[in-house]
């Protein structure tokens, strides 16, 4: 068994361009991926020091643990190797590829041995599965057909897209979830569905045949009811076309809103306690964020990541539970890079479109379930006109033309991508306060003015020095421990 020295400190470590050393090293094993430094799951005690395990690949014969330690700043990983070929060379990226990866370690010591392994789970198919979700299904019905095949099967009964209400979620890599001690999720009973759809979604590149899996979630539950009712609410954006991403962009945001109005609504005079979240974007995805504000100031984040990955998409704890009081704003940002597309990305529930979402698990429960926005859709016909009365009318404004039609002849250019950026940052918005059973609360809120924010927090502290992105110097030593066996 290998296992690489623990305690590698992000800061001071130089960074060789793993391009170099992959090439190099052509026998070599090569490993990327992007470690969420901000995930923080669960409170089962550990069994090892390490907090969280992967495997690194389908054959599972790289698997790498890691833990956070906050106070110190700094991660400890630990790879383990079972089948030692030529040598590993490992890295991380913020997209998982080989570029300006930050770390690289690899050794070359041509033997091939096999090293002893115990595995923490036995057989199984902990590299095949990557995610898994369970949805209860809508009270509206009575009853749902049996169905146990392919999520996109011509079989699938019609009436399970009525299971869509996350109850759990899970993704390679996340630990456990365990509500608040005095918080419980209700289901069941009177009102609720008894019905629950589960699904288990698999990456199997290698096309690895013959396996039988069982995978799932399990509940647990108690008769005695918790003191509090958590609740799950979605912020962000409206699933709407109306909300684009230019293309070829490397970094372009887009914000949705849950606004005071809405807040003061919809919450108890007391507030609510937002304790985790679950951040959901599509393929182009690279950052999210949901900053509270209150009296025009940012004050607090409730969730960040700055290198999401629509492949990790576990519900995280939140280091602090955040309280959300009556007139409070909910800022939610998502940063897209759309630099390999050649047309605009559309919002929409289609998997080359795009969301913005942040799922808060909070308590205690309150009827508002959605609190998002779209900017107001006649403000974009505007911006069509606008463009066509500088480009040649490309564009059909006529009522046939779908938005994503429409999107699709904008002529990108500079002045068309900062247009459409600066209606995004000034046009009034339609607000989705949503009680369950998409009822909205009463009140007016179409081409409501988008909430004033005069003072924002800092971004994250950056510990790297910019330097750091250029030519390293040359491949650092480390020492490898050889474990047991
Ligand atoms: C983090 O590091 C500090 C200083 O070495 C240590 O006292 C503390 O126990 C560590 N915490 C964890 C969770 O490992
Ligand atoms: C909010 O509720 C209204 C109905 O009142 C519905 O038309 C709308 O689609 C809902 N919004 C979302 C995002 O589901
Ligand atoms: C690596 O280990 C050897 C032997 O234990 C030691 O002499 C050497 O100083 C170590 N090198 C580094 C860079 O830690």
Request: glycine letters at 8%.
């Amino acid at each position: 068994m290998q296992t690489l020295g623990p305690r590698r400190r992000w800061p001071g470590l130089p960074c060789p361009s793993a391009r170099e050393a992959a090439s190099m090293y052509g026998t070599a094993v090569a490993v990327f991926l992007v470690i969420l430094v901000a995930a923080l799951q669960g409170s089962a005690p550990p069994e090892s020091p390490f907090t969280y395990h992967i495997p690194l690949n389908p054959e599972e014969t790289l698997e790498l643990s890691w833990n956070v330690n906050y106070t110190q700043e700094t991660v400890n990983f630990q790879l383990l190797v079972r089948k030692l070929q030529a040598g590993v060379l490992f890295g991380m990226s913020d997209r998982g590829e080989p570029e300006n990866a930050d770390l690289v370690v690899l050794w070359t010591d041509g033997d091939r041995a096999y090293f002893g392994y115990e595995p923490i789970v036995t057989a199984g198919n902990e590299a095949l599965v990557h995610h898994m979700e369970i949805f209860q299904c809508s009270a509206t019905y009575e009853s749902f057909p049996h169905f146990n095949g392919p999520c996109d099967s011509k079989m699938k009964p019609e009436r399970l897209s009525y299971c869509r209400h996350v109850l759990a979620a899970w993704a390679l890599g996340a630990k456990a979830f365990y509500y608040p001690e005095e918080v419980g999720l209700p289901f069941g009973g009177q009102g609720s569905s008894r019905y629950l759809r589960l699904e288990v979604h698999y990456h199997n590149p290698l096309n690895t045949q013959g396996r039988r899996d069982s995978s799932g979630i399990r509940l647990y539950y108690t008769r005695s009811l918790r003191r509090y009712d958590a609740g799950i609410m979605e912020l962000g954006l409206v699933y709407t076309p109306v909300m684009a991403i230019p293309p070829r962009e490397p970094a372009f945001t887009l914000t949705g809103y849950c606004t005071d109005k809405c807040t003061q609504l919809a919450l108890p005079p007391s507030g609510i306690h937002i304790f985790a979240s679950q951040l959901h974007t599509h393929l182009t995805g690279r950052q999210v964020v949901t900053v509270l504000a209150r009296d025009g100031q940012e004050r607090e984040v409730v969730n960040r990541d700055t290198h999401y990955s629509p492949h990790f998409q576990e519900i995280r704890m939140l280091k602090k539970v955040v309280t959300v009081h009556q007139g409070d704003v909910l800022i939610t940002s998502c940063t897209y890079n759309t630099e390999d597309r050649q047309l605009a990305t559309v919002g929409g529930f289609g998997i080359e479109e795009e969301m913005c979402v942040n799922y808060v698990h909070y308590y205690p429960q309150t009827q508002l379930e959605l609190c998002k926005s779209t900017m107001d859709a006649g403000f974009l016909q505007k911006y069509f006109h606008l463009v066509n009365s500088f480009d040649s009318m490309n564009i059909c404004t006529c009522p046939q033309t779908s938005i994503p039609q429409q999107f699709a002849s904008v002529p990108w250019n500079a002045f068309n991508r900062d247009v459409l950026k600066a209606l995004y940052g000034f046009a009034p918005i339609s607000m989705h306060c949503n009680k369950s059973s998409a009822v909205r609360f009463q009140g007016e809120w179409n081409l409501q003015p988008l909430p004033k924010i005069t003072s924002t927090l800092r971004g994250p502290a950056r510990h790297c020095p910019a330097s750091r992105a250029q030519r390293p110097s040359g491949p650092t030593v480390v020492n490898v421990t050889r474990g047991r066996g």
